[in-house]
């Protein structure tokens, strides 16, 4: 019978208000540059972070905001995603292309219902 190795449990360090504050800053700052540039689990992987560190200290976030954001990130990332599928069928690389392809309609449809909520 075979036995998976579990990853120890590594408990998180303890932040201080203003050092969870930072965090907050950072991680919004790092999702609106995700966001530009089309990297869509960057900017939802920043986006959580700054969610689950302001509610440790209270802060709240504009819906409205947030959407807005993922907005502009899930539409570029359909295109980054498009040019990424051309430039693999063009190398020959049909399953990367086919997965490119997938990701592109995914965030195409993300994008279209993000834009119902802004």
């Known amino acids: 019978m075979l036995f ?12 201080t208000r203003e050092e969870m504050n930072e ?10 540059i995700y966001a530009i540039d089309g990297s869509v689990s960057g900017m939802e992987m920043a986006l959580q972070d700054a969610i689950k560190y302001g509610r440790k200290i209270g802060r709240s976030f504009d819906s409205t905001e947030i959407a807005k954001m993922k907005l502009i990130g899930y539409e570029r990332g359909e295109k980054v995603m498009r040019e990424r599928e051309e430039e693999f069928r063009k190398a020959g690389k049909l ?9 592109a309609e995914s965030y195409g449809n993300e994008a279209r219902l993000l834009k119902m909520t802004v």
């Not at 579990?6 to 932040?15: G, M, Q, W």
Request: no cysteine; glycine share 4%; charged share 30%.
């Open 4 to 15: 998976g190795r579990k990853k120890p449990i590594v408990p998180e360090p303890e932040l």
């Open 23 to 32: 965090l907050v800053e950072e991680s919004i700052k790092f999702a609106k």
């Open 95 to 103: 399953n990367e292309a086919q997965n490119a392809l997938q990701l």
